[in-house]
């Protein structure tokens, strides 16, 4: 034990409860996302694999597991082999500086949020390289799509990120979400706005209906998976939702206060579990009832609508906190 | 996309290439014919710059059953159940079409309570192929997991109404083999004239939600207005009938212009629009299945009494016979122009035709795709595929 | 209806039809069959119908030429798309190796429909832009529905 830095047990035990509490929540995401919409499509979901279907995640992993591991013939193997685990690896890596709780997090940096937004980034690169790497012309219309979506999107979710630093004057996410337990949750003030494009923004980042283009079954057969079969494929699906709840935790940290609590209750994890499903449940709306976007109008919304709000919140954000003291304050 | 149009960008519609042009650059990307969303077994070569559709090339004999030789051997009692799987999602019309196209031939008189029966059934099939085809559409779009399920799951609900009440007139929920020389062979239960009420006044109440969840719905719009614009000459010389030409501005139903069995004594009212898009044939689509509802409940209403055949009663396969003569006979399926020539004289001493020709209304939809594809992306042929609403059963044969 | 009439009157007097008959189309001469379809197109039969080839094969002792040795029958159909929509079909009679003028020029919707029936009955249409099966896989032998196509025997390509 005195080998190993301080840091590195925080980082390693933190990391491995909050990445276990991550997976399960994404495990029966998936249940409650496919009960959901049963629901909202007059049926009943998964019913049959434990009370009211509640062991369907594991059966589908158990069925992905057993299924026959293929690798196309054209294929070049280190990227189609090193494209889902990477996909899986980015996402959970952003983890690392939510804050959970008062001061709990696997590491609190003080460049919290750029972490974020660069691991953000790096996330586009293993759905292209499978696109790639598939030696499949639907895969490769999928991956050139995930990048277009990936890297404009980008721009409108860093911007509307920087309104809640200007705010907290801190990088660190922790700070911010100290600011807020303080002051007031950014998005009952001057953060709706900023809130609603990050929502966005996000969605097209995960890839979720209406901006799944990249995997738009009704037209590329699967996009980027089209040739990835078993746990290869559970991975990249795994990934998908994993994806979105800590676009959730992001957000909720961000925007919603994190582990602050309403009404003068306790602070603590629980109000963060709830601010991130309630986002993953809007998420899981939206999916259900909207028809998706075409590549060239999605480009459309984000250049021509999103990019010029988020600069111009940017600015707003920067004069207010500037005039506001002699505003007088709130 | 017009014939001009076409000419100049160097479109040959008619031409397949099989090495395409290295100076060119162009990749060239198989849909189908196995794909989530090529509405049955149709294969599309797309010569794509990009994601723009340079060139598509359609093959269609995917499902070529060899319907008409077989029909050959047939007679003219056993066609029916094997026509029923041309157009597979709207069984009584196509019924209807080949038993009108045999009395013609036959010189057999039909009741006029068939009459109405087999109007009402065609109505009916209307607006549940129209309910299948906004399903599909919704898919096309939303994907098999998204919010195009959530349509299509709605509509197949409101579907399963109107199966139900075939079924308990013919013992069938699909093909039903109802249709016979002369009239229909199974009449019509007691109360089912409630049901069939009930029945459409829900879908008719639903009809508002399917309007949200499309044509009310902003992507939806932004998906479809403007694409795969049709210019109504263009329609014409192809042969296109039914909705697609309606929403290209052409004023044309065969139900109101040539009216057959009781269409000329009701009056319908034919939806048309000028934009030839997507959005129109979808408004037209929807439109008809409300007007559809509407005629179903008058003609569900004013049914007459009296016997529902008119040929004798079927004992032997051999017992209609036609030394010659020849019939077209053409009548309104939700697609278009479902029209049927027959030449008689055939084997089995007269029992059988000596050629039949179905005239698919799909086909020439079909023909339409060199045209209508160009200049799009991958994403919009899907949605004009699915709104030209092909049904591969009927093309193919 | 006046349309039919009109139709009948057009055929006597410009294509030299006599026999008219309830029970089956008219036929004109094989040569007429191009201009009769254009004189039809202007006169607004602009929805294109469809066409129908049946292969008659000889008939021993037949007075007529073309009936002794085998003949096609091809149908054509084109509609008038107003009120009291019309159809206006007509039959032509052509020689086992003779070609019948396509109506691709006026009507594009005959460019897959000849295609169809050159496919399964074998006649071919002259001009025509680019005449190969369509329903048929591209390497099949044979024309189904010609009558001399044997199908009690096991036939090549299908395996």
């Known amino acids: ?330 | 996309m017009t014939l001009a149009s076409a000419a100049r960008l160097g479109v040959d519609p008619h031409r397949d290439l099989t090495d395409y042009d290295p100076e060119a650059d162009l990749m060239v990307l198989n849909m189908g014919p196995q794909h989530p969303s090529t509405h049955g077994v149709f294969r599309v070569k797309l010569y794509l710059d990009g994601e723009t559709i340079v060139r598509a090339v359609p093959y269609v004999g995917y499902l070529h059953r060899g319907v008409e030789k077989l029909l050959e051997e047939l007679t003219f009692v056993q066609a029916t159940p094997i026509v029923d799987k041309n157009d597979y999602v709207s069984p009584m019309t196509n019924e209807q079409a080949i038993n009108m196209a045999f009395e013609a031939l036959l010189e057999v008189e039909v009741p006029r309570r068939a009459r109405y029966m087999r109007t009402l059934f065609a109505e009916m099939s209307r607006i549940s192929s129209h309910l299948l085809w906004l399903a599909t559409f919704g898919i096309d779009m939303g994907g098999a997991l998204g919010g195009g399920t959530t349509l299509f799951l709605h509509c197949f609900r409101e579907r399963e109404y109107i199966l139900d009440l075939f079924e308990l007139v013919t013992g069938a929920r699909f093909h039903y083999n109802t249709h016979t020389i002369g009239g229909n062979r199974h009449d019509i239960p007691a109360g089912w004239a409630k049901r069939v009420h009930q029945a459409l006044d829900l879908i008719a109440s639903r009809v508002d939600e399917y309007l949200d969840l499309s044509t009310k719905n902003a992507i939806f719009v932004a998906r479809t207005r403007g694409v795969g614009t049709l210019p109504a000459k263009l329609a014409l010389e192809l042969g296109i009938t039914g909705p697609i030409l309606r929403a290209s501005g052409v004023d044309h139903d065969l139900r109101r212009d040539a009216p057959f069995h009781a269409y000329d004594e009701i009056d319908v009212k034919v939806q048309t629009e000028q934009a030839g898009d997507c959005l129109a044939r979808a408004h037209v689509r929807i439109r008809e299945l409300s007007e559809s509802i509407r005629l179903s409940k008058l003609l569900v209403d004013g049914l007459p009494e009296g016997p529902i055949c008119g040929g004798r009663p079927i004992k032997n396969p051999t017992q209609f016979k036609a030394k010659d003569g020849q019939a077209y006979v053409a009548l309104e399926t939700p697609r278009g122009e479902l029209g049927t020539y027959v030449i008689g004289g055939g084997g089995n001493k007269g029992a059988s035709p000596y050629r039949l020709k179905i005239r698919p209304p799909s086909l020439h939809a079909l023909a339409a795709m060199p045209y209508l594809l160009v200049g799009g992306t991958i994403s919009d042929a899907v949605v004009i595929l699915g709104s030209l609403d092909p049904i591969m059963g009927e093309a193919d044969r | 209806m006046l349309k039919a009439e009109a139709y009948r009157a057009l055929l006597e007097s410009d294509f030299g039809v006599q026999e008219f008959s309830d029970k089956t189309p008219p036929c004109i001469e094989a040569s007429e069959h191009h201009r009769l379809a254009a004189t039809l197109k202007e006169r607004g039969y602009t929805l294109y119908g469809f066409v129908a080839a049946t292969h008659m094969p000889a008939v021993k002792g037949a007075a007529d030429a073309l009936e002794l040795a085998g003949h096609y029958e091809v149908a054509t159909g084109l509609r008038c798309p107003t009120a009291g929509s019309h159809i206006a079909i007509w039959r032509v009679r052509l020689g086992l190796d003779e070609e019948l003028r396509t109506l691709v020029d006026l009507f594009v919707g005959a460019d897959w429909q000849e295609r169809e029936q050159y496919d399964l009955v074998g006649v071919r249409f002259a001009d025509h832009p680019d005449l190969r099966r369509l329903m048929l896989p591209e390497d099949w032998e044979g024309h189904p529905l010609h009558r001399d196509y044997p199908i009690d025997t096991p036939h090549p390509p299908w395996r």
């Open chain 1, 1 to 330: 034990m005195n080998a190993i830095h301080p840091i590195v047990l925080h980082g390693l035990i933190y990391g491995g409860a909050i990445a276990t509490v991550l997976l399960t929540l994404t495990a029966w995401g998936i249940w409650f996302e496919r009960k959901f919409a049963g629901r909202m499509q007059s049926r009943l979901g998964p019913t049959l694999v434990g009370w009211v279907g509640l062991l369907q995640p594991l059966a589908d992993a158990a069925k992905l597991l057993q299924k026959e591991d293929l690798i196309p013939d054209q294929a070049d193997r280190t990227l189609y082999l090193a494209s889902p685990p990477l996909t899986v690896f980015f996402t959970l890596a952003t983890v690392a500086v939510i804050p959970v709780s008062v001061d709990v997090a696997v590491a609190n940096l003080p460049i919290g949020v750029l972490w974020i937004l660069a691991l953000g980034g790096l996330m586009v690169f293993p759905v292209w390289t499978a696109g790639w790497a598939s030696a499949n012309k639907y895969a490769l219309l999928g991956g050139m799509r995930a990048v277009a979506q990936g890297i404009s999107y980008e721009i409108p979710m860093v911007l509307s990120a920087l309104v809640p630093v200007i705010f907290a004057g801190s990088m660190d996410v922790n700070e911010i979400v100290t600011w807020q337990a303080e002051h007031h949750w950014l998005v009952l003030g001057p953060g709706l706005f900023a809130f609603v494009i990050f929502f966005v923004s996000s969605l097209a980042e995960a890839n979720r209906i209406p901006f799944d283009i990249p995997e738009a079954e009704s037209e590329l057969v699967a996009g980027v998976t089209t040739e990835y079969s078993g746990m290869r494929f559970g991975l990249f699906y795994m990934a998908e939702y994993l994806h979105t709840l800590v676009a959730s935790a992001v957000a909720s940290a961000l925007f919603l206060g994190g582990w602050n609590g309403l009404f003068g209750l306790a602070d603590g994890i629980h109000w963060m579990l709830a601010k991130t499903l309630a986002l993953f449940f809007m998420i899981t709306w939206v999916r259900w009832s909207l028809v998706r976007f075409r590549s060239d109008q999605l480009m459309r919304l984000c250049w021509t609508y999103l990019v010029p709000i988020s600069l111009a919140l940017v600015m707003v954000s920067a004069l207010w906190v500037y005039y506001e003291p002699m505003l007088g304050g709130h």
